[in-house]
């Protein structure tokens, strides 16, 4: 009712304007602006001038259903409750009158019983950002929501597996702040160097510090069963694409790793190769590998190398 006084003076007073009239089917809505393998970008302009705190001075608070895995955000605009879902873009799931026994407290029995809870966002692999914005002429409460809950399956899978190979060709990375007691938790239970050495490298894609800076010494007799690992740990932090992949290759490689070892190396090329190929890959198998990944990297320099190979077909020769 409000948006609708709200554009009525507008018209009246500012003159006709297709902007407001357009804003007024563009506010109080969630949209899905932006998606991508790492993440999913929601964002929504909410009219403010008529916003309540939804508790004590809260504008606005988030709930979850575990059971159709939706988050949503509650506000309490005018003499209403209205619970609007961020995983469903333009769904008003629940609205609640507001009265003088309807407060907080009954709305989110309310919710209750409809399977949303309060949450915390980082628990289940969500980030977000509010600001005040004039949004087309109205005064606006922005959210914007970050959505990892896939990504973060993966890491937190390649964590508790003590295995960096599965996270090998995944492309983005997860906020230190959804992953980070997670992976410092599993940390604290790595009883073994292999283990150790696939949290370091897992720990490495995020851009974590790793919550130890030594190994752990081993027990007096396993110290002598202990090997010389520089071979290991050149191949693993320092060699380029191609002497990881000669190695690898090599029979060399097939005595001296262990399984773990192996797979974490193998981790490290797939990450080398990518790069390898934006710079020297040739267009044949930029072309193969986008089919397989679709990076949009390798698209760009596809794009790139197929304008010089026209170039050079126009240029006299």
């Not at 809260?58 to 605009?77: C, G, M, T, V, W």
């Not at 906020?175 to 239970?189: D, Q, T, V």
């Not at 069963?225 to 029979?251: F, V």
Request: charge should be positive; hydrophobic fraction near 35%.
């Amino acid at each position: 009712m409000l948006k609708i006084v709200l554009l009525a003076f507008t018209l009246l007073f500012g003159g006709c304007s297709f902007e407001s009239l357009s804003a007024l089917n563009e506010v109080d809505k969630v949209q899905l602006v932006k998606r991508n393998a790492s993440m999913k970008l929601y964002r929504a302009y909410f009219v403010r001038t008529d916003l309540k705190p939804v508790r004590k001075h809260q504008k606005y608070l988030f709930f979850y259903n575990a059971r159709k895995e939706e988050l949503a955000i509650l506000l309490h605009p005018g003499w209403r409750y209205k619970l609007y879902s961020i995983t469903r873009p333009h769904k008003v799931i629940v609205t609640i009158n507001a009265g003088k026994r309807t407060g907080y407290r009954h709305v989110s029995r309310v919710l209750a019983r409809k399977g949303y809870h309060r949450v915390s966002l980082s628990r289940i692999g969500f980030t977000s950002r509010t600001a005040l914005r004039r949004y087309k002429g109205f005064k606006t409460l922005m959210v914007e929501v970050r959505d990892y809950r896939h990504l973060l399956h993966i890491y937190r899978k390649a964590i508790r597996n003590y295995d960096a190979s599965l996270i090998g060709s995944v492309r983005g990375r997860v906020p230190g702040s959804l992953i980070s007691p997670y992976l410092h938790r599993y940390e604290k239970k790595a009883d073994t160097a292999e283990r150790r050495e696939q949290l370091q490298i897992i720990s490495s894609r995020l851009k974590i510090g790793s919550s130890y800076t030594d190994t752990p010494p081993l027990p007096e007799e396993r110290r002598a069963e202990k090997r010389d690992d520089t071979t290991y740990r050149y191949y693993r932090d320092k060699a380029s694409y191609e002497e990881l992949n000669s190695y690898l290759s090599g029979q060399e490689s097939k005595y001296a790793l262990s399984y773990k070892e192996r797979k974490a190396l193998q981790a490290r090329r797939n990450i080398l190769k990518r790069e390898w190929l934006l710079q020297h890959g040739s267009l044949e198998e930029l072309i193969s590998a986008y089919k397989s990944n679709g990076d949009p990297r390798y698209k760009a320099r596809i794009m790139v190398l197929m304008k010089k190979a026209q170039e050079s077909e126009k240029s006299p020769r």
